[in-house]
């Protein structure tokens, strides 16, 4: 029986390399001159550092720029509260989400069960869901209406298999 795997996956190579390029473009631009402003990537955390409030958005948006130029889905990062720091300067930490959790991996079997043609079914495996049809075109289907919705992380479909 034809199967395959969703999971949810975020490509730390590009993640490190759009970084890289913003900081890059921080230390160019004219109106971040003189701010402080920086990105630093370790591990699954972005922190984002700069002078102000106003600066640290534009130092997102320079981030989630580089992002998408590299095939990066924004759904994965999980930005929290914008915290003071020394002087009046800005700090924000960005987590990047990776691996379907219990309650996603529940969302996609439910949707799955309710929308899927007869014969087709699906089970959780740890951080990613088997997918299993009669048919391949009932796959196929089934890919076609989960990119077609939209789940808060990013789906990929990978191990497709006859």
């Given at each position: 029986?034809?199967?395959?795997?969703?999971?949810?996956?975020?490509?730390?190579?590009?993640?490190?390399?759009?970084?890289?390029?913003?900081?890059?473009?921080?230390?160019?631009?004219?109106?971040?001159?003189?701010t402080?402003?920086?990105?630093?990537?370790?591990?699954?955390?972005?922190?984002?550092?700069?002078?102000?409030?106003d600066?640290?958005?534009?130092?997102?948006?320079?981030?989630?720029?580089?992002?998408?130029?590299?095939?990066?889905?924004?759904?994965?990062?999980?930005?929290?509260?914008?915290?003071?720091?020394?002087?009046?300067?800005?700090?924000?930490?960005?987590?990047?989400?990776?691996?379907?959790?219990?309650?996603?991996?529940?969302?996609?079997?439910?949707?799955?069960?309710?929308?899927?043609?007869?014969?087709?079914?699906?089970?959780?495996?740890?951080?990613?869901?088997r997918?299993?049809?009669?048919?391949?075109?009932?796959?196929?289907?089934?890919?076609?209406?989960?990119?077609?919705?939209?789940?808060?992380?990013?789906?990929?479909?990978?191990?497709?298999?006859?």
């Amino acid at each position: 029986m034809p199967t395959f795997d969703i999971v949810s996956q975020v490509d730390m190579q590009e993640v490190r390399n759009a970084v890289d390029q913003a900081q890059r473009e921080l230390s160019t631009r004219f109106d971040f001159k003189g701010t402080d402003s920086s990105v630093e990537l370790s591990g699954m955390e972005l922190r984002l550092h700069s002078s102000t409030e106003d600066r640290l958005r534009a130092v997102l948006q320079v981030v989630e720029e580089k992002l998408v130029k590299r095939q990066v889905s924004l759904k994965c990062l999980d930005a929290q509260k914008v915290e003071e720091a020394s002087k009046g300067a800005a700090r924000q930490t960005i987590t990047i989400k990776s691996g379907l959790s219990p309650d996603n991996a529940k969302t996609i079997n439910r949707w799955i069960k309710e929308n899927a043609a007869k014969g087709t079914s699906s089970s959780t495996q740890g951080e990613q869901v088997r997918v299993t049809a009669k048919k391949r075109d009932d796959l196929q289907a089934v890919i076609a209406g989960l990119k077609a919705e939209d789940f808060p992380v990013p789906l990929q479909f990978e191990n497709f298999r006859d």
